[in-house]
């Protein structure tokens, strides 16, 4: 079983919708989790920390289920500019776990 | 401006020959990390550099060396024992190496690497 898992989409969404997507992992003992973002042939830029209680960041919101081993990124108000590849990142102890990435498609 | 730099933005490989990638950071960082990325797949990590003048293999070590003569400077040679290549790899530095918010990750542009 991989360490990170997600769903690699694509979501192809209009503007101005809501678009919401998971990323499982693998190990109980995980200590801190983040989203971050690649645009196409780019690399990886920290989008946000995924925090116990939940956070958002303008649009963007993160959960984490450490019961069911899961964190979440909503994105409301889709725009063009949020197309993207959305990584889950994982790290235990010093080491980080990447998942595939979600692909996210917002269209006019 | 404070970041990861690395090159060259392309490179190619010929048969049987060793290829150094560079990757230099001004962010006094402790740590640094050389990724390969293949399409549809996750980040997986190569070696890492947890301070100067150490380092540590990863999950996908074999083919490649490195080396941390400084604590800004990280190369990847990619030696003609890695079979498959082909790839973009992607540099890293954090604060220090570990399980929480300081081992947050910066990335260098990336290089790809292709094969003749």
């Known amino acids: 079983r991989k360490e990170v898992e997600q769903d690699p989409g694509p979501f192809n969404v209009p503007e101005g919708a809501t678009v919401a997507f998971n990323c499982t992992y693998s190990n109980s003992a995980s200590q801190s989790f983040f989203w971050y973002r690649q645009d196409c042939r780019k690399e990886p830029k920290l989008l946000m920390s995924v925090y116990s209680s939940g956070n958002e960041d303008g649009r963007f919101t993160a959960q984490l289920n450490r019961a069911s081993q899961y964190i979440s990124l909503l994105i409301r108000d889709s725009k063009l500019s949020d197309s993207a590849t959305y990584l889950c990142?994982?790290?235990?102890?010093?080491?980080?776990?990447f998942g595939a990435g979600t692909t996210v498609t917002v269209r006019a | 401006d404070g970041g990861i730099t690395q090159s060259p933005k392309y490179l190619f490989r010929k048969e049987g020959q060793n290829v150094t990638l560079s990757c230099e950071q001004n962010l006094n960082h402790d740590a640094m990390y050389w990724y390969r990325q293949d399409p549809g797949q996750g980040l997986r990590l190569i070696y890492y550099?947890?301070?100067?003048?150490?380092?540590q293999k990863g999950d996908i070590a074999e083919g490649y060396s490195v080396s941390r003569e400084k604590k800004e400077s990280f190369p990847l040679t990619v030696t003609s024992a890695q079979k498959n290549p082909t790839a973009f790899y992607l540099c890293?530095?954090?604060?220090?190496?570990?399980?929480?918010?300081?081992?947050?990750?910066?990335f260098g542009a990336g290089t790809r690497l292709s094969v003749l």
């Open positions: 550099s947890q301070i100067v003048n150490d380092f």
């Open positions: 990142v994982v790290i235990n102890d010093y080491k980080l776990s």
């Open positions: 890293a530095s954090s604060i220090e190496a570990t399980s929480g918010r300081k081992n947050i990750q910066y």
